[in-house]
């Protein structure tokens, strides 16, 4: 399956932005979904996933309650809906898929688009 990520951008903080996640060549909705991010310097970390078997949902801790992970299997896309942005929320944003494993370590995703800056500044 090929991802194409979008969506990302500059934005104040407490602002919000919808990050986007194109999904072509595989079936789209047997795909465990998930958001990665990565800040300057620092490693890629988890975000959010969507359980494709059990339709899981699942957030980082600092993300929980701010974020929403979302999927429309009718344009095999999933989305990153992000509210109240912050500067530490500054990084790149990576959706990745994986058939089998899933979860929050990227270890387990097989698939990744190409990343999505987002900058979080006044």
């Known amino acids: 399956v090929q991802l194409q990520a979008s969506g990302g951008g500059l934005v104040q903080p407490g602002g919000s932005l919808r990050l986007s996640c194109a999904a072509s060549?595989?079936?789209?909705?047997?795909?465990?979904m998930a958001w990665f991010r990565q800040p300057p310097g620092k490693e890629r970390d988890f975000v959010a996933l969507l359980d494709a078997k059990i339709g899981l949902i699942s957030y980082a801790q600092s993300v929980k309650g701010r974020f929403t992970i979302s999927r429309d299997s009718a344009k095999n896309t999933v989305y990153l809906q992000m509210d109240s942005l912050q500067p530490e929320d500054t990084a790149v944003y990576y959706c990745a898929a994986d058939l089998a494993r899933g979860g929050s370590s990227r270890e387990n995703y097989d698939y990744w688009g190409q990343g999505t800056l987002v900058t979080v500044s006044s």
């Open positions: 060549g595989g079936y789209f909705s047997k795909y465990n």
